[in-house]
């Protein structure tokens, strides 16, 4: 669906069940019962994402007939979310941004909304429930507690030491996963099946480890009956998603007539891929585009070492560049080659064959979503948590390219443009956002400035790489450079270096 045509003023209808027929025709509302959904998922982490991407795939589900996949969400940290949604009878608004135009839908797929610090038992009770069959998470890669390195679940926090001491009223995502399960057990109801839609590789493994480990901390039955009986299947999802803003939703009270106080931006492209395997059985998604495949990790990789990849490659150099949002880099010649050639050049050739997709295609298509002027991701959002996404998007490919005696040039320019970063300003002295696990990282940044061998020798986050001299090199010529003169200069000289070569 295109823009509709200017509307005339007037007032923006607020968005409940009352008013969904008052709603102008343009905007696509629920076409079912919704007292007739059953809450066959609970989500944990009921944010932007989930959101737009697999609530509106159960929305569309419900409309297609199947109304036993109603979502129970579950907050750990937001009560102002479920306050919102509580006022609009849990409805919302996903607006997809295209290009030509927006589409506005109403999503209807949320039974309710739980704060779980206001009524732990509400949501022990919901996860306990036998309709609920599948539990899905989107709580951030650092919410798994899982170290990259070794595998192992960092049961270090005092968070987790109280959920052991005080499994009836928890207060982390492990603690009520595992007591459910507890309660499960004894009361000899099936398990649910804990899906995990947070964006990094092997995310069901990181799941696994995480409740099996939490769980044996607390009872070694328990961790046992958990690893043998329950279904952790891995999943790759792919919606660019930024925050909302209140220039947002003004913007969409204005353009679509509905008054939302929390809508959700969007683009048009979808993905979810899924490993078949659930234990007590699953929603028929594959009604609604998503992807049931025996092996994810093909499309985990392609995803995270471009798309990932590429958002962390111009975020840091983008905004030290000056630039705020994706749109703005990528109309900059300059960096869009620097984006082209990176996946082309030295993250393609090691990627393996996927299934039903041609790499190609999917580099352009990443380009032009980037370049989506009305989808503009800010690069202060994907800037976050670098010392996480350093080592699992663009790393793997330095490794690849060492391996295979490839270039990497381009890719060490990425890294130290995330090093130059850490310094925490500019080129003017101003504040750069950083947002991360890692605080301690900034002041090593700081205090090293144009060398690069503390940062580099932090095996927490380059493992052994880090003195490799053909990757230590190149980012200490890297970051050297971007000290003499702008990012921009620097990323110029290695595409014409490139092309010489």
């Not at 991407?53 to 979310?81: F, N, P």
Request: glycine share 6%; charged share 25%.
């Amino acid at each position: 669906m295109t823009s509709a045509p200017p509307r005339a003023a007037a007032p923006a209808v607020p968005l409940s069940d009352r008013t969904l027929p008052d709603l102008p025709p343009e905007v696509s509302i629920p076409t079912y019962d919704r007292a007739a959904l059953r809450p066959g998922i609970v989500h944990i982490g009921v944010g932007g994402f989930h959101r737009a991407h697999q609530a509106v795939y159960l929305d569309e589900l419900a409309r297609r007939g199947s109304t036993d996949w109603g979502v129970v969400g579950v907050g750990l940290h937001s009560r102002a979310i479920g306050e919102v949604l509580a006022d609009q009878d849990r409805l919302y608004t996903v607006v997809e941004r295209a290009a030509d135009g927006d589409r506005a839908t109403v999503v209807g797929a949320l039974t309710a909304y739980l704060y779980a610090p206001d009524d732990p038992e509400a949501v022990l009770a919901a996860l306990a429930d036998e309709r609920t069959r599948v539990v899905t998470l989107t709580i951030t890669g650092t919410g798994y507690r899982v170290d990259a390195h070794t595998g192992e679940f960092d049961a270090d926090d005092p968070h987790i030491a109280r959920d052991l001491e005080d499994p009836g009223t928890p207060e982390t995502v492990f603690g009520y996963v595992v007591e459910a399960l507890h309660r499960r057990r004894q009361a000899g109801v099936v398990p649910f099946t804990v899906l995990s839609c947070d964006n990094m590789q092997s995310n069901g493994t990181a799941a696994r480890t995480a409740v099996v480990s939490f769980a044996r901390l607390r009872d070694d039955d328990l961790a046992e009956w958990i690893e043998e009986h329950v279904a952790f299947p891995s999943s790759m999802v792919d919606r660019i998603t930024p925050n909302t803003t209140p220039e947002d939703r003004d913007a969409v009270a204005d353009a679509t007539g509905v008054d939302d106080r929390w809508p959700v931006i969007t683009e048009p492209f979808r993905q979810w891929v899924v490993e078949d395997s659930f234990c007590n059985g699953r929603p028929p998604l594959e009604e609604v585009g998503v992807r049931f495949v025996d092996d994810v990790s093909p499309h985990e990789m392609m995803k995270t070492r471009l798309l990932n990849a590429g958002h962390s490659a111009i975020a840091y150099l983008g905004y030290l560049a000056g630039y705020r949002t994706t749109a703005d880099v990528l109309a900059d010649p300059v960096f869009r080659a620097f984006l082209t050639r990176l996946m082309a050049e030295e993250i393609a050739p090691h990627l393996p064959e996927v299934p039903g997709v041609d790499l190609g295609e999917y580099q352009v298509t990443l380009l032009e979503r980037l370049a989506n002027p009305r989808m503009a991701d800010q690069l202060s959002r994907l800037s976050r948590r670098g010392s996480t996404k350093i080592p699992n998007y663009l790393l793997p490919s330095v490794r690849a390219a060492m391996e295979a005696d490839r270039p990497h040039q381009l890719l060490c320019v990425a890294v130290a443009g995330w090093l130059r970063f850490l310094r925490g300003h500019d080129y003017a002295g101003d504040e750069v956002p950083i947002q991360g696990p890692r605080p301690d990282l900034v002041p090593i940044a700081q205090e090293a400035g144009s060398d690069a061998t503390p940062l580099l020798s932090e095996e927490s986050v380059f493992d052994h790489i880090g003195q490799d001299p053909r990757f230590a090199e190149c980012v200490q010529w890297t970051l050297s450079a971007l000290d003499r003169q702008g990012p921009r200069e620097v990323i110029e000289e290695f595409l014409a270096a490139g092309e010489d070569a």
